[in-house]
T-cell receptor, first 110, second 117 residues
Framework: QQPVQSPQAVILREGEDAVINCSSS?????VHWYRQKHGEAPVFLMI?????EQKGHEKISASFNEKKQQSSLYLTASQLSYSGTYFC???????????FGAGTQVVVTP | GAVVSQHPSWVICKSGTSVKIECRSL??????MFWYRQFPKQSLMLMAT?????????EQGVEKDKFLINHASLTLSTLTVTSAHPEDSSFYIC?????????????FGPGTRLTVL
């Protein structure tokens, strides 16, 4: 039931864009995106609930496809502070239990 | 808002001893708390789900007699690693969920790094 995340890692120059994907074999109740920096706890970015939904905060946005089996996280005009490991957490039901993908390590260089 | 604390931040113990880790929601009442374990460069693996006043629900493969969870109040859950061994060394992270609504997500504590010698 663990979602599949891709790519495993991406290296960007400041100002470049990247896309991280999170896929499930089953329709999901929701998708939660987090970013974790080394040695720290994951920090919540956003939650998507509805098929076809898109939302964002500043230059980080995410989408949830109509079938609710795939979500993508978009890093636009990346900044050095975007470096970290990004995890998607997925819910099958509404009881709040999340299964996390393996993570995508993002390194943004000057 | 939505701050979760964990104590201690790190602990080193001898094999065979027990270690207690506390997880507190500081500015909200958590209906549910979750405990995760994370090995280096790996994902977060859910260990158990804890609801206040009831027994924790453990994920498959997690020994409930080894990882004791107590959810004493809406702001405090504890994880006790009993008879710890070197293979239990890991980063333990708790999270707390404020409500039961669709938009309620989990907020994570800063984690506890356990090293068993």
């Amino acid at each position: 039931q663990q979602p599949v995340q891709s790519p495993q890692a991406v290296i960007l120059r400041e100002g470049e864009d990247a896309v991280i994907n999170c896929s499930s074999s089953k329709a999901l109740y929701s998708v939660h995106w987090y970013r974790q920096k080394h040695g720290e706890a994951p920090v919540f970015l956003m939650i998507l609930l509805k098929g076809g939904e898109q939302k964002g905060h500043e230059k980080i946005s995410a989408s949830f496809n109509e079938k609710k089996q795939q979500s993508s996280l978009y890093l636009t005009a990346s900044q050095l502070s975007y470096s970290g490991t990004y995890f998607c957490g997925t819910e099958i039901g509404s009881w709040g239990k999340l299964q996390f993908g393996a993570g995508t390590q993002v390194v943004v260089t000057p | 808002g939505a701050v979760v604390s964990q104590h201690p931040s790190w602990v080193i113990c001898k094999s065979g001893t027990s270690v207690k880790i506390e997880c507190r929601s500081l500015d909200f009442q958590a209906t549910t708390m979750f405990w995760y374990r994370q090995f280096p460069k790996q994902s977060l693996m859910l260990m158990a789900t804890s609801n206040e006043g009831s027994k924790a629900t453990y994920e498959q493969g997690v020994e409930k007699d080894k990882f004791l969870i107590n959810h004493a109040s809406l702001t405090l859950s504890t994880l006790t690693v009993t008879s710890a061994h070197p293979e239990d060394s890991s980063f333990y992270i708790c999270s707390a969920r404020a409500g039961t609504g669709d938009t309620d997500t989990q907020y994570f504590g800063p984690g506890t790094r356990l090293t068993v010698l």
